[in-house]
C-alpha cells in the first residue's frame, strides 16, 4: 500500500492516506492544532473547539480532502477523487456510512466547518466552487435552450467554455458538445460532470454535481493541490454538531461531535444551547429550553441573533452570512463560540454565502457550504438549515473526517 500511487499523491501533498478494514482508502487533509486568537485576534487565547474532543486536546484533526463518494453501493463512504459525490441520502445514514470506515471516522461537523472558515478569513482564501451547473458562476455564462447565440459568444457547457462559429437560436439539436458546425469548444473552466445527471433536460443539459476534485485549483481551499476539494458548491455538506429546535441554536460541545462514539441523534443529551453572558463575550452551555439562550429571528428583514423564541410561520428566510444581525438590547456582546463555529461573522468579515432558515419549532439539521445551482449563495458562509435531518436530495452531500482519539 505505501507503494500505492494514492500513497506517493499524498506524500506529494502532504495528506494523509488512511485505510479500511477492507484496504480500502481513504485522502484527508492535516489540520495542526491552534489557538481561536491565531485565527482571530478578537477571539480568545485557547484551543480553537476542533481540535478538542472529549476534554483532550488533539495535536491535529483530518478533513476528507474529497466530498464523501462510495466504492460499492450502500456501502462505506470514502474520501476519494475522480468519483461522484454521494448525495440523496438523510443526515443519520450519511453519518453510519463513513463511520463504517472504522477507526476515528465521522462526518465533518461544525467546529471544523468553523475552523476552515477562520482559517480562510486569515489567509485571504475565497475558494470558488460548482455553483452554477459545472461552473462557478463567475467563470462563465452558461448555455441555455431557446436563446439567441452571436457569432464569438462565450458559453459554457459541462464546465467548458465554447465559442459560437454560426448564428442561431439555440436547442437540444444544436448543443456544443454535438454541434461542431456551430460551437468550437476552447478551454475547461469547470469540473467533470457526474454522468448521473447530464441527460436533464430541466437544466439544459448542463447536469449538477461535478466528479470529485476534477475542477481547476480555484475550487480548492487556498488554491493549491494541497488542500481541500470543492469545499464549497456542488452539494451541501451535513454540519455535524449543530441543530435548530424551535429555532433554538443548539451544539455539540467542543468537538465532541467528531468521536465516532458520539451520540448525535435527535433525542441526545448531548445537545445544548448557548446562554450568553451579559457583560463579555462568553457564554455557558446549557439545557435546551433555558431562558435566554440564543435563537434565529427574523427582524427587519434580516436573520438576527437574539434570546426569544420567534414567530413560527413555516417561512424560509435567508441573509446573506457577512449580513447576520444581532439583537444588541438582548445580546450586547455575540459569544465567542458562534464566531469559532463560523455561525456568526467576525466584525469585517466577508466571507460569501447565505445562510437559510425556516422559522418553524421541528428539528432543522444544518448543511454547509452550497450547493451545484447556487451561485453567490454558495460559499464558506453558507447554510441550508431548513431541512430536517432525513431530508434527501441531490443538493445533500457530506464530507468524512478523522481524528486520532
Same mark, same amino acid.
Given at each position: 500500500?505505501?507503494?500505492?500511487?494514492?500513497?506517493?499523491?499524498?506524500? #506529494?501533498?502532504?495528506?494523509?492516506?488512511?485505510?479500511?478494514?477492507?484496504?480500502?482508502?481513504?485522502?484527508?487533509?492535516?489540520?495542526?492544532?491552534?489557538?481561536?486568537?491565531?485565527?482571530?485576534?478578537?477571539?480568545?487565547?485557547?484551543?480553537?473547539?476542533? @481540535?478538542?474532543?472529549?476534554?483532550?486536546?488533539?495535536?491535529? $484533526?483530518?478533513?476528507?480532502?474529497?466530498?464523501?463518494?462510495?466504492?460499492?453501493?450502500?456501502? *462505506?463512504?470514502?474520501?476519494?477523487?475522480?468519483?461522484?459525490?454521494?448525495?440523496?441520502?438523510?443526515?443519520?445514514? @450519511?453519518?453510519?456510512?463513513?463511520?463504517?470506515?472504522?477507526?476515528?471516522?465521522?462526518?465533518?461537523?461544525?467546529?471544523?466547518?468553523?475552523?476552515?472558515?477562520?482559517?480562510?478569513? #486569515?489567509?485571504?482564501?475565497?475558494?470558488?466552487?460548482?455553483?452554477?451547473?459545472?461552473?462557478?458562476?463567475?467563470?462563465? *455564462?452558461?448555455?441555455?435552450?431557446?436563446?439567441?447565440?452571436?457569432?464569438?459568444?462565450?458559453?459554457? @457547457?459541462?464546465?467548458?467554455?465554447?465559442?459560437?462559429?454560426?448564428?442561431?437560436?439555440?436547442?437540444?439539436?444544436? +448543443?456544443?458538445?454535438?454541434?461542431?458546425?456551430?460551437?468550437?469548444?476552447?478551454?475547461?473552466?469547470?469540473?467533470?460532470?457526474?454522468?448521473?445527471?447530464?441527460?436533464?433536460?430541466?437544466?439544459?443539459?448542463?447536469?449538477?454535481?461535478?466528479?470529485?476534485?476534477?475542477?481547476?485549483?480555484?475550487?480548492?481551499?487556498?488554491?493549491?493541490?494541497?488542500?481541500?476539494?470543492? $469545499?464549497?458548491?456542488?452539494?451541501?455538506?451535513?454540519?455535524?454538531?449543530?441543530?435548530?429546535?424551535?429555532?433554538?441554536?443548539?451544539?455539540?460541545?467542543?468537538?465532541?461531535?467528531?468521536?465516532?462514539?458520539?451520540?448525535?441523534?435527535?433525542?441526545?443529551?448531548?445537545?445544548?444551547?448557548?446562554?450568553?453572558?451579559?457583560?463579555?463575550?462568553?457564554?455557558?452551555?446549557?439545557?435546551?429550553?433555558?431562558?435566554?439562550?440564543?435563537?434565529?429571528?427574523?427582524?427587519?428583514?434580516?436573520?438576527?441573533?437574539?434570546?426569544?423564541?420567534?414567530?413560527?410561520?413555516?417561512?424560509?428566510?435567508?441573509?446573506?452570512?457577512?449580513?447576520?444581525?444581532?439583537?444588541?438590547?438582548?445580546?450586547?456582546?455575540?459569544?465567542? $463560540?458562534?464566531?469559532?463555529? /463560523?455561525?456568526?461573522?467576525?466584525?469585517?468579515?466577508?466571507?460569501?454565502? +447565505?445562510?437559510?432558515?425556516?422559522?418553524?419549532?421541528?428539528?432543522?439539521?444544518?448543511?454547509?457550504?452550497?450547493?451545484?445551482?447556487?451561485?453567490?449563495?454558495?460559499?464558506? /458562509?453558507?447554510?441550508?438549515?431548513?431541512?430536517?435531518?432525513?431530508?434527501?436530495?441531490?443538493?445533500?452531500?457530506? +464530507?468524512?473526517?478523522?481524528?486520532?482519539?
Amino acid at each position: 500500500m505505501n507503494n500505492s500511487p494514492l500513497e506517493f499523491l499524498a506524500n #506529494k501533498l502532504g495528506n494523509v492516506v488512511l485505510y479500511d478494514s477492507n484496504g480500502n482508502p481513504s485522502l484527508f487533509v492535516p489540520f495542526p492544532k491552534v489557538t481561536s486568537q491565531f485565527l482571530d485576534a478578537s477571539l480568545p487565547d485557547h484551543t480553537h473547539p476542533a @481540535f478538542r474532543v472529549n476534554g483532550v486536546d488533539l495535536p491535529r $484533526i483530518l478533513v476528507g480532502k474529497y466530498k464523501a463518494t462510495e466504492i460499492n453501493a450502500n456501502g *462505506t463512504l470514502y474520501s476519494l477523487p475522480n468519483l461522484p459525490p454521494k448525495e440523496t441520502l438523510g443526515a443519520d445514514e @450519511f453519518l453510519t456510512r463513513m463511520r463504517a470506515f472504522g477507526g476515528g471516522a465521522s462526518g465533518k461537523t461544525v467546529a471544523e466547518s468553523g475552523l476552515i472558515l477562520l482559517m480562510a478569513k #486569515k489567509f485571504g482564501w475565497v475558494p470558488k466552487g460548482n455553483n452554477y451547473y459545472g461552473v462557478d458562476y463567475r467563470d462563465g *455564462t452558461q448555455w441555455t435552450i431557446g436563446a439567441s447565440a452571436t457569432v464569438n459568444l462565450l458559453r459554457v @457547457f459541462r464546465g467548458w467554455e465554447y465559442i459560437c462559429l454560426v448564428a442561431h437560436t439555440t436547442s437540444a439539436e444544436l +448543443r456544443p458538445d454535438i454541434s461542431p458546425k456551430y460551437w468550437t469548444r476552447r478551454k475547461q473552466l469547470g469540473g467533470n460532470m457526474n454522468p448521473a445527471y447530464t441527460n436533464l433536460v430541466a437544466n439544459n443539459y448542463n447536469g449538477y454535481t461535478t466528479l470529485n476534485g476534477t475542477g481547476p485549483l480555484s475550487w480548492m481551499l487556498d488554491g493549491t493541490p494541497n488542500s481541500l476539494a470543492d $469545499i464549497v458548491g456542488n452539494a451541501y455538506e451535513q454540519d455535524y454538531g449543530y441543530r435548530l429546535v424551535n429555532c433554538e441554536i443548539q451544539i455539540i460541545a467542543d468537538n465532541n461531535a467528531a468521536d465516532p462514539a458520539s451520540d448525535l441523534s435527535a433525542t441526545s443529551a448531548a445537545w445544548k444551547a448557548i446562554l450568553p453572558n451579559v457583560s463579555d463575550d462568553g457564554y455557558t452551555l446549557v439545557a435546551p429550553g433555558t431562558a435566554g439562550t440564543l435563537h434565529w429571528t427574523w427582524n427587519g428583514s434580516v436573520i438576527t441573533l437574539d434570546t426569544v423564541v420567534p414567530t413560527f410561520d413555516s417561512a424560509t428566510r435567508d441573509t446573506a452570512f457577512a449580513s447576520l444581525g444581532v439583537n444588541a438590547t438582548n445580546v450586547p456582546y455575540v459569544p465567542c $463560540i458562534m464566531k469559532e463555529l /463560523g455561525l456568526f461573522p467576525i466584525s469585517g468579515d466577508t466571507t460569501q454565502g +447565505r445562510v437559510y432558515i425556516q422559522m418553524i419549532a421541528d428539528e432543522r439539521f444544518p448543511r454547509r457550504g452550497g450547493g451545484c445551482y447556487y451561485t453567490s449563495g454558495a460559499g464558506l /458562509g453558507g447554510v441550508h438549515a431548513f431541512s430536517a435531518r432525513s431530508v434527501a436530495y441531490v443538493g445533500y452531500g457530506a +464530507r468524512p473526517a478523522y481524528v486520532e482519539l
